[in-house]
């Protein structure tokens, strides 16, 4: 009888806590079944403050330890009850989001969706992993690098407690029919509802999550596209979802998830299979008003981002071989990689938003790395200058590694000084002269196709458009320093910065030293880029031979010049063969 007893009561308990409305302040039964009842609030601050404070390890991947008793008063806004989650458990206050790494699995069962904590996090870390706010233990994940790792359960445990619903703090979704509306930065961690969308793979086969090699997984998961959007949204969906073979409809539908990121990809993972539902019928109508594509691309008339992002999808997949200007507005503040000295932003043609073009590690206005604590912040207007791709065929985006520039920001060069006309120090395709001093000018339109001519191992590309001065520059190889094989070279001599890309090509380019061999050797459709200090009139280019045959380039080879800077590609009628460009010298003589 006592038996029988103990086991109603313990069932009794068991139901009391699974049936909690997580939304209904009155309710406090089973409050203290988990957690550290010890806790007392001292110094509650909210989430926008505490990511505020920590934002530069946030930015650039590191961390850093709260040493002093500080909470945060949350709710729950994602699990892993679903199992597209994993130990990682999101939170949320009225002022933005964070995520909480947790070495343990079941976590829905103590921190439902809508349940209320306090959080203690002295002596916890908070980093960022992709600019994820992160908060967890210290990580050492080798002799050098240090990051955010999973707090065990036994230091879970110590740090948070159940408390009932707080005033103001609702798991209710931001219903949107535009991800492209929200903030990365203040909306991280929040729920969010995509209505009325559809799935661009969809087809009635493909499902969310396949784990069969058909689709490429990032840490297990598969990004899927969400289609008609103003900036790149994936779906992001674990293999070991309960959902992950769900066909994706073909028809509309409302997606619920977690507003994720990782860097300025924009994700939205659904916790369940409720989360993914059929359209409503009801319209959430986007502030955002598509702009028609603007400008040309050159100094003179930079591209606006609608026509930047139709050229990435005229180029497609492969770098463009000639570089563009592009003018529009900081979406969301960035900061310069202290490691690396490069910046990545998105610009829109709205200070309001719209759709999104990334500026991908760009460099400093001399294409140098950025100083340290170079920012640019929310509505700067920017005009940048690089090489354009729609990478992985849905994100447009600048050239990276610090081959792009930032040409003003407000008007202004990244060293402050002022950029007449957005362009290039009044240089550039304006024929303007040397920083638009007058003793110079006159010498028509510097920009425009080069012609080639062939004397031997001399190969000449003339711009014809142009007037030449008595200012030359040379580019002697032997002087930048280039390792034997090294591949895709680059440097600066005598003022002027070369690079060799692969372009479109199927051989990488080369610079070779060895025996009677010293030379940059391009192949077909390989690129050349010459950065000089003014517009280019002419090159010159010693050119070595392969046995008989003079290494001077494919007929079809094509040069044109943008503000200072001169683009040559090897260009060829398939990806490979033809005749090479193995280059020991160039001269350059600069327009008037």
Not at 5 to 24: G, R, Y
Not at 91 to 108: C, E, H, M, P, R
Request: hydrophobic share 30%; net charge negative; aromatic share 6%.
């Amino acid at each position: 009888m006592k038996t029988r007893n103990i086991f109603l009561l313990a069932l009794t308990a068991i139901l009391t806590v699974s049936c909690h409305t997580w939304d209904d302040p009155s309710v406090t039964e089973g409050l203290n079944s988990y957690g550290n009842q010890y806790l007392q609030e001292s110094n509650v601050v909210t989430l926008a403050d505490l990511k505020a404070d920590f934002k530069d390890v946030i930015s650039s991947g590191s961390l850093k330890q709260v040493t002093k008793p500080t909470q945060i008063k949350v709710i729950v806004t994602g699990n892993d009850e679903g199992s597209n989650i994993y130990k990682t458990l999101y939170v949320a206050d009225k002022t933005g989001g964070i995520s909480l790494s947790i070495n343990k699995s079941g976590i829905f069962s103590e921190a439902p969706v809508g349940q209320c904590m306090l959080i203690e996090l002295n002596g916890l870390y908070i980093g960022g992993y992709g600019q994820q706010p992160q908060v967890g233990i210290l990580y050492q994940k080798d002799e050098t690098t240090q990051q955010v790792g999973r707090m065990d359960r036994y230091t879970w445990q110590e740090h948070f407690k159940l408390i009932p619903a707080v005033k103001g703090l609702s798991v209710k979704p931001i219903k949107t029919n535009d991800m492209g509306m929200l903030d990365l930065d203040r909306d991280f961690g929040k729920v969010v509802t995509l209505v009325g969308v559809t799935m661009k793979d969809a087809d009635g086969e493909k499902v969310f999550a396949p784990s069969d090699g058909s689709v490429k997984l990032s840490g297990g998961c598969a990004n899927r596209e969400v289609a008609n959007q103003s900036t790149t949204v994936y779906v992001r969906t674990s293999t070991y979802a309960k959902f992950a073979t769900m066909v994706m409809p073909t028809e509309k539908i409302n997606i619920t998830g977690i507003l994720s990121r990782f860097a300025n990809d924009i994700q939205i993972m659904p916790r369940t299979l409720d989360d993914i539902q059929p359209y409503d019928g009801l319209d959430y109508e986007s502030t955002w008003t598509p702009t028609e594509p603007d400008g040309d691309g050159t100094a003179a008339k930079p591209f606006n981002v609608a026509a930047a992002i139709a050229k990435c999808q005229e180029v497609g997949t492969t770098t463009s071989s000639q570089k563009y200007y592009i003018k529009g507005y900081v979406v969301a503040d960035a900061e310069a990689s202290e490691q690396y000295g490069n910046i990545t932003f998105e610009i829109a043609d709205s200070k309001d938003g719209g759709v999104r073009f990334t500026a991908y590690q760009m460099a400093g206005s001399d294409g140098k790395k950025l100083p340290s604590g170079f920012k640019v912040s929310k509505g700067d207007e920017v005009v940048i200058c690089g090489k354009v791709v729609n990478y992985n065929g849905s994100k447009p985006e600048t050239e990276g590694q610090g081959k792009s520039i930032i040409v003003s920001v407000n008007g202004k060069d990244t060293k402050g000084a002022s950029v007449n006309g957005g362009g290039d120090n009044g240089s550039g395709d304006n024929g303007n002269g040397d920083n638009g001093n007058g003793d110079n000018s006159g010498s028509g339109d510097t920009s425009g196709v080069f012609t080639r001519s062939i004397d031997g191992l001399t190969l000449t590309l003339t711009n014809p458009s142009a007037t030449a001065s008595s200012a030359t520059a040379t580019v002697d190889f032997t002087a930048l320093g280039w390792a034997h094989q090294q591949e895709e070279p680059s440097g600066t001599t005598n003022g002027v910065t070369v690079a060799l890309t692969k372009g479109d090509g199927t051989t990488t380019p080369k610079y070779w030293k060895t025996g009677d061999f010293d030379e940059a050797r391009m192949y077909a459709k390989n690129v050349l880029t010459l950065t000089g200090t003014k517009p280019i009139a002419k090159i010159v280019v010693t050119c070595t031979a392969n046995g008989d045959t003079p290494c001077v380039g494919n007929e079809t080879l094509t040069a044109s010049l943008s503000g200072n800077t001169l683009t040559v590609v090897n260009e060829h009628s398939e990806a490979k063969g033809g005749v090479q460009l193995r280059m020991k010298s160039i001269v350059i003589t600069y327009a008037q």
